[in-house]
T-cell receptor
Framework: GAVVSQHPSRVICKSGTSVKIECRSL??????MFWYRQFPKQSLMLMAT?????????EQGVEKDKFLINHASLTLSTLTVTSAHPEDSSFYIC????????????FGDGTRLSIL | QKEVEQDPGPLSVPEGAIVSLNCTYS??????FMWYRQYSRKGPELLMY????GNKEDGRFTAQVDKSSKYISLFIRDSQPSDSATYLC????????????FGTGTRLQVTL
């Protein structure tokens, strides 16, 4: 099956630090990648949709200057949480879609971010 | 009211039981329906993917969609301890390239 790798799996850092999370599709080219946030006992909430070579589309209420997304190649998208604060602590998960059309989204294993 | 409602559980069943997991939704425009399994500290893994109403079977798993009732189900036959996980339903309006709306997930525990 499709493999999506997400790195790092766990980050603990001080308030004010910027954190970069990578999402890679290992065995397919992903024209579209998605970034989600998941709070404990809550649904995955879509933050943004990332298309290779173009600007990301952010969901309502998500600050694009706070959560910078770059999708520079067909196998890599990055999410940078800038000047992170404790309220940004969460589980961040990416997913990737193979090619075009109605292919299902395949998810990475997530990054648990803890801001002290 | 949430767009997608899912009982969080936990649901505990003995090994070999038939498990029924359900979601209800309010947006009649949803047409694509998915079930994901998520183990602790892992990302969701796609189990089933269906379009519109009807049934789909894959091994021990059967997905049912009833659009008239805005109700979807996942059945697991001959449940195993390895099926213990959180099961998430997800749905979208215009295909998987568009926004997926998830349920909160049902935690399933299959006991020996």
């Amino acid at each position: 099956g499709a493999v999506v790798s997400q790195h790092p799996s766990r980050v603990i850092c001080k308030s004010g630090t910027s954190v970069k999370i990578e999402c890679r599709s290992l065995d397919f080219q992903a024209t579209t990648m998605f970034w989600y946030r998941q709070f404990p006992k809550q649904s995955l909430m879509l933050m943004a949709t990332s298309n290779e070579g173009s600007k990301a589309t952010y969901e309502q209420g998500v600050e694009k200057d706070k959560f910078l997304i770059n999708h520079a190649s067909l196998t890599l998208s990055t999410l940078t949480v800038t000047s992170a604060h404790p309220e940004d602590s969460s589980f961040y998960i990416c997913s990737a879609m193979r090619g075009a059309g109605n292919q299902p989204q395949h998810f990475g294993d997530g990054t648990r971010l803890s801001i002290l | 009211q949430k767009e997608v409602e899912q009982d969080p559980g936990p649901l505990s069943v003995p090994e070999g039981a038939i498990v029924s997991l359900n979601c209800t939704y309010s947006n009649s425009a949803f047409q694509y329906f998915m079930w994901y399994r998520q183990y602790s500290r892992k990302g969701p893994e796609l189990l089933m993917y269906t379009y519109s109403s009807g049934n789909k079977e894959d091994g021990r798993f059967t997905a049912q969609v009833d659009k008239s009732s805005k109700y979807i189900s996942l059945f697991i036959r001959d449940s195993q301890p390895s099926d213990s996980a959180t099961y998430l339903c997800a749905m979208s309006v215009s295909g998987t390239a568009s926004k997926l709306t998830f349920g909160t997930g049902t935690r399933l525990q299959v006991t020996l």
